[in-house]
C-alpha cells in the first residue's frame, strides 16, 4: 500500500522503516494532518497519524475524495478522530491499543518524585553551587493515599508501583480491572477518590463525557495539598480551573505530559521564538509544577513496538480491508 505518513521526526522513519522492511511504500510528512495539509495524501492509499494529527469530518471527506481507505494511527487514542463520519464514508480507522504500558507508567511516577523531593529545582541549585535545603521538603510516598482514575493496562501498573511504594491506592473506573481489586486496589465513586487522595493520577481516554473531567468542581472537592498528574490527554483537565486551584493553594503539585491546546506546541522545538499561549505560559510560572512535552510514551521498546503494530494494522487491512485493531464507530 502506498502510505502518507504525517507528523513524523528522525525516530518514527528509522522505527517504521525497520518495521516495514519495504512491505509498503511510506512517503514520510513532517506536516501535521489537518484541512490545509489533507491535499498532501493524493496518490496514497491510506494516512498513517499521530496524536496531534486533526481528522474532523471536513479532513475525512477530504480524504475520501482523495481514494484514502485507511487512517492508521500511531497512538493508543483516537479523540482526534471523527469516527462516525469515518464509518459513514467507508474509512477504516486502526490504532496501536498497547504498545508499552510501562513506559507512560514509570514516566508517570518519575513525576511524582520529582514534584514530591522538588529534583528539578536541586538540580538547578547545585549547578549554581547552592546546597541548601530549605524549600526542598518532601514527603515519603509510604503510607500516602494515592488515586488511581482509570485502571486500564497503564493504571493498573501505575497502582502496582504505588502500591510498591507502600500507598494506599483508590481507584476510579466504570469498568472495574479484577486484578486490581485482588491486589488490595479499592474502587470508589471519583468524589470518594478526590476528597481521600493525596495524590490523584488520570490514566483514562478522552471522550465527550470526560473532557475537563477535572474542572472548577472536581477541584473544590480534591484534598487540600494534593498532587494532581495527568499522562493521558490534556482535555482530561480544565487548565484554568488548574491554575486557579494553584493560585489559592488548593493544589500542592502539578504533573503533566499533556496539555489540552499542545497540538501547535509538543513535539516541536519552539526555543527561538516566543511562546503565544499565555494559558500555557502561565503553568510554566509555578515552582511546584512540571511540564514534559507528550513525552511518556517515549522509550525504545515503546517506539518499536508502535511501527510494528501500524504496518502490521496495514498490511493486515491491505490483505482483508479489515483489521482487529480498527476503532468501531460509536452508536
Known sequence: ???????????????????????????????????????????????????????????????????????????????????????????????????????VAEHTVALMLALNRKLHRAYNRVREGNFALEGLLGFDMHGRTAGVVGTGKIGAIVARILQGFGCQVLAFDPRPNEECRSAGVRYVSLDELLRAS????????????????????????????????????GGLLDTRAVIAALKSRKLGHVGLDVYEEEGEMFFEDLSGTIL???????????????????QAFFTAEAIANIAETTIANITEFGATSASVNAVQSPA
Open 1 to 103: 500500500m502506498n502510505i502518507a505518513v504525517f507528523s513524523t521526526k528522525q525516530y518514527d522513519r528509522a522505527s517504521l522503516d525497520a518495521a516495514n522492511a519495504g512491505q509498503h511504500q511510506l512517503h514520510y510528512l513532517e506536516l501535521h494532518l489537518h484541512a490545509e495539509t489533507a491535499a498532501l495524501a493524493r496518490a496514497h492509499d491510506a494516512v498513517c497519524v499521530f496524536v496531534n494529527d486533526k481528522l474532523d469530518a471536513r479532513v475525512l471527506e477530504a480524504l475520501a475524495a482523495l481514494g484514502v481507505r485507511l487512517v492508521a494511527l500511531r497512538c493508543a487514542g483516537f479523540n482526534n478522530v471523527d469516527l462516525g463520519t469515518a464509518a459513514r464514508l467507508g474509512i477504516t480507522v486502526v490504532r496501536v491499543p498497547a504498545y508499552s504500558p510501562h513506559a
Open 198 to 233: 493525596e495524590i490523584v493520577t488520570l490514566h483514562c481516554p478522552l471522550t465527550r463525557e470526560n473532557h475537563h473531567l477535572i474542572d472548577a468542581a472536581a477541584l473544590e472537592k480534591i484534598k487540600t495539598n494534593a498532587m494532581l498528574i495527568n499522562t493521558s490527554r
Open 276 to 294: 503565544r499561549d499565555d494559558v500555557f505560559t502561565r503553568l510554566l510560572t509555578f515552582p511546584n509544577v512540571i511540564i514534559t512535552g507528550h
